[in-house]
C-alpha cells in the first residue's frame, strides 16, 4: 500500500526542490490527490502517513499523468472558482479566469444603484460564468446567456440551475443575429429592441496566427472560443454592429479584449454611436475590458 507522503513525493520526484514549478506540480498533486480520495487538504496534510486504496491510487495517477502531458487542471477535476462560485468546466467551454471578473464588476457598477428590472445578456457565455454572477447579483436582474455551441449550452444550464434562480435563462445563437434576438423576445416575452440595459461579453479576440495558441492551457480549449479573423477584431465588429438591435439608448456594451486591441475597440465603438468610452485595467494592469454607452 502506497500512503498520502510517498504518492506525493512520487509526484514531484522530476523536479527540484525548490524550484518553482516543482511547488505547483506539488499543489497541483495535492489537488488531484484530495479529489482521488475525496479529502479536503487539511485532511490530506494532517495525516500524511493515511494509506491510499488501490483504486483511489489509480485515480489519482491516471489523472497525474493527464497534467503532466498538459491537460488543464481544471478540466481533470471538472470543476473552476469563478466570483464566489465554483462552476463545472468541460473542454467545450473555456476555462474562466479572474481576468473576466472585471466584466462583472464594471457591469454591476453600471446598475447597481438603478431602480426597476434590468436587462442584461451575456454573449458568448461558455460556462455561464459571467452571467451567473450577474443573476446572483439582485434578483430584480433579468439576465439571458448566450453561445452558438450545443455542449457549452448545456453545461451553462446545469451550472445556472445549481447556482443561481429564475432570472437567469439560456439561448442558443450567433452574438446579436436576426435569429437570436427573435429568441430573446420570445424567451422574455417582450420586444427585444430597446430592452437591454447591458450587454457584456468575452469574445474570441486573439489574432489565428497567435503563437500563445499554442503553448499552456489554450491548446487544450475551444478554438472557436478563443480565436478569429481580422486580427481577432472580427466577433468584437459584429457584436458592436448587431448590439443597437436590442440595446437602449444610454444602455452600455462591454467587451474583454486582448492587452493591445484598446484603440481598436474603441474607434469601433466611437464609429458606431458610442460615447463615455472608457477602458478598464486587469489585476495585472493589461487593459482588458471596454465599454461604451449607446448615445
Known sequence: MVTIAQALARATSGA????????????EAELLLMNALGYSRAS???????????????????????????????YILGIKEFWDFDLAVSPAVLIPRPETELLVESALEIVAHREGIQHL???????????????????????IGTDLSCDALTLARENGDRLAGDNLGFVQGSWLSHE????IAEYWKADAAGLV??????????APEDPHL???????????ALSCDDK?????????????????RGGWLLFEHGFDQRDAVADLLRAAGFDSIECLQDIAGQDRVTRGRLS
Not at 527540484?16 to 499543489?27: C, N
Not at 437570436?180 to 429568441?183: E, M, Q
Open 16 to 27: 527540484a526542490p525548490v524550484d518553482e514549478a516543482a511547488a505547483s506540480l506539488r499543489f
Open 44 to 74: 490530506l496534510l494532517t495525516w500524511p502517513e493515511r494509506e491510499i486504496a488501490p483504486s483511489a491510487l489509480a485515480s489519482f495517477e491516471q489523472a497525474l499523468s493527464r497534467r503532466l502531458a498538459g491537460e488543464p487542471i481544471a
Open 121 to 143: 445578456l451575456d454573449l458568448g457565455t461558455g460556462s455561464g460564468a459571467v452571467a451567473i454572477a450577474l443573476a446572483r447579483a439582485a434578483e430584480r436582474f433579468r439576465v
Open 180 to 183: 437570436l434576438c427573435a429568441a
Open 197 to 206: 440595459d447591458v450587454i457584456v461579453s468575452n469574445p474570441p479576440y486573439i
Open 214 to 224: 499554442s503553448r499552456g492551457d489554450l491548446v487544450h480549449e475551444p478554438a472557436l
Open 232 to 248: 481577432g477584431l472580427a466577433a468584437i465588429k459584429t457584436i458592436v454592429i448587431e448590439s443597437k438591435r436590442v440595446l437602449k
